[in-house]
């Protein structure tokens, strides 16, 4: 099946994200406050983008394509708002929402954005299904685990976590309906793109890790754990 090729080729990339300094630190539940808002912060200004992100990758398919046209439909229906409950994850943690909500993104979430965008309107819109296999199996693999570590570490409350725990179960049900959806291509183009486009989006999201990294590990620390 198409779905395990998807996953075998990106194995490498995919490892390099969940081995990520931050990454490692937030399942542990070694992050401060503030790292947890900034990263709430960017994952709002990502976020905030996948219902249009979504709605332009249907727009964009050819009619061949319209069972996968239906499966985006399917999507927005169950992400539609989620970037309100992490704004208001942040206001549980104590941030200032609007702040958040009126502000601006770092720069290596900007560029994952931008390539979204540019690869629905631009490439193919197929390729926009890489970034939902590496957010959805994100979430999968490690939101859960790094919200109940965080909740513990820094004794919050349930609806501090709204984003991280709620993402992390919903999508393991997300998990089969993208294998369902994936291993319905059948052109061969298409099929290389979206590998591309995955590794292309597994550097993307570790960016963001590696930035807020860069602000909130001390180096040496970061050696010590890549």
Excluded at 17 to 43: H, M, R, W
Excluded at 164 to 187: A, C, K, M, P, R
Aim: charged share 20%; net charge negative.
């Amino acid at each position: 099946m198409f779905y395990n090729q998807l996953l075998d080729a990106t194995s490498q990339e995919r490892e390099q994200l969940f081995n990520l300094p931050l990454i490692k630190a937030g399942a542990a539940g070694q992050v401060s406050l503030d790292t947890y808002i900034a990263f709430l912060t960017e994952a709002y200004h990502h976020v905030k983008h996948t219902t249009p992100l979504l709605m332009s990758c249907g727009g964009k398919l050819p009619e061949k394509y319209e069972w996968l046209r239906n499966g985006m439909a399917e999507y927005i229906e169950e992400e539609l708002g989620h970037q309100e409950w992490i704004l208001n994850d942040i206001a549980a943690c104590g941030g200032d929402k609007e702040a958040v909500r009126n502000g601006t993104a770092g720069f290596a979430t900007e560029t994952m954005v931008a390539y979204a965008y540019d690869m629905i309107n631009r490439v193919n819109p197929v390729g926009f299904l890489g970034m939902v296999l590496v957010l959805e199996g994100t979430s999968v693999e490690l939101a859960t685990l790094a919200g109940q570590s965080l909740q513990t570490s820094l004794n919050l409350p349930n609806k501090a976590f709204t984003y991280l725990t709620s993402h992390g179960s919903l999508d393991v049900g997300h998990t089969e309906f993208y294998e369902n959806l994936v291993n319905q291509i059948e052109d061969e183009n298409a099929r290389d793109l979206l590998i591309r486009s995955a590794k292309n989006f597994y550097k993307l999201y570790g960016d963001i890790f590696r930035e807020l990294g860069n602000r909130f590990i001390p180096s040496h620390l970061q050696q010590a754990n890549a």
